[in-house]
């Protein structure tokens, strides 16, 4: 029993791991290195190309009993790289609007920071219920909320990136483990959490500013 146990672990690992490299080696690269979003993104899409590769690889060895030649090892590079890249594609550009508050949200994902996009599709596939709450704002939106207006904000558009760093999520009606596992989450993939109330509890999910370095 504990043997099936621990293969059952270890093949949810394997399947997470890829996902997990891709947005972590996003956020590591534009935390330590000050890359641009896009190039963030390239370089976790190519990270995560690798080890797509050593898959491939592993399973087409084991069925067939060799690792083919090199036209064989060219092609599945490439098919891991375009399956990473699609992904990506679809993560940044594409949002459900069931996982939104209201259809205003839709053009604040657009002014959200690409990682932070990536990483909120990709919990949406385990996660089916997240509930974005806000996302990018304006000066003034606080003063609407009947909130004191802030100089500086994460959810404002950043200067050096022209993103807003910043979205909240929804933790109401939830129950507690599975905003704890949310906020696991976010804090394993190199994002800041904060749980707070303002105009409403929710999780405050934050990617590093260099303009504002110590906000979250």
Not at 43 to 54: D, E, H, K
Not at 98 to 121: C, G, T, V, W, Y
Request: with cysteine; aromatic share 12%; proline share 3%.
């Amino acid at each position: 029993m504990i043997n099936i146990i621990y293969q059952i672990l270890k093949l949810g690992l394997l399947l997470l791991l890829p996902f997990a490299i891709l947005i972590r080696s996003a956020t590591y690269f534009h935390i330590h290195y000050e890359w641009p979003a896009m190039i963030c993104l390239l370089g976790s899409t190519l990270a995560t190309a690798i080890v797509m590769f050593i898959y491939f690889s592993f399973f087409y060895g084991k069925l067939t009993g060799r690792l083919g030649n090199f036209g064989a090892m060219k092609r599945r590079a490439m098919i891991a790289f375009l399956v990473v890249v699609v992904y990506s594609m679809h993560g940044v550009l594409f949002f459900s609007s069931d996982n939104l508050k209201s259809s205003a949200l839709k053009k604040e994902m657009n002014s959200l920071h690409p990682i932070l996009r990536l990483s909120l599709s990709t919990l949406v596939y385990i996660n089916k219920d997240l509930v974005i709450t806000d996302a990018s704002r304006e000066p003034e939106d606080y003063k609407q909320m009947g909130l004191p207006s802030k100089s500086s904000s994460l959810h404002y558009k950043q200067p050096s990136s022209n993103y807003a760093h910043a979205v909240d999520l929804r933790t109401k009606g939830k129950s507690e483990w599975v905003n704890a596992l949310v906020k696991g989450y976010f804090g394993l993939m190199g994002f800041n959490t904060l749980r707070h109330g303002g105009t409403a509890d929710h999780l405050h999910v934050s990617l590093k500013s260099h303009d504002y370095p110590h906000a979250k």
